[in-house]
Nanobody, 117 residues
Framework: QVQLVESGGGLVQPGGSLRLSCVPS????????MAWYRQDPGKERELVAR???????DYADSVKGRFTISRDNAKNAVNLQMTNLKPEDTAVYYC???????????WGKGTLVTVSS
């Protein structure tokens, strides 16, 4: 069973930065497609950034140039560096792991990011 543990959320002022971290336990995370999603209350969960197994990356248009997803092989973690944060980035951010071999999907419990002055 794969468990995903997110950390790094919090309150930040507009223009500030935060780094989210996702540590998958019970998995060799390089075989998974790792991604960050976010969900605002009353809205659908949306893709923020995805790190594919061949290291190609996909970003939502709304975060391009501001967010960076990366692997930390030493810590077995997938990070999301967020800069120039805007109030509309406020949401619960979820880490997701997808294993193409059997279409298994795992979600973390989420971490809240609030961008407000």
């Amino acid at each position: 069973q794969v468990q995903l543990v997110e950390s790094g959320g919090g309150l930040v002022q507009p223009g500030g930065s935060l780094r989210l971290s996702c540590v998958p336990s019970g998995a060799i995370f390089r075989i998974y497609v790792m991604a960050w999603y976010r969900q605002d209350p009353g809205k659908e969960r949306e893709l923020v950034a995805r790190l594919n197994r061949d290291d190609t990356i996909d970003y939502a248009d709304s975060v391009k140039g501001r967010f960076t997803i990366s692997r930390d092989n030493a810590k077995n973690a997938v990070n999301l560096q967020m800069t120039n944060l805007k109030p509309e980035d406020t949401a619960v951010y979820y880490c997701r792991a997808y294993l193409p071999a059997n279409a298994a999907v795992y979600w973390g419990k989420g971490t809240l990011v609030t961008v407000s002055s």
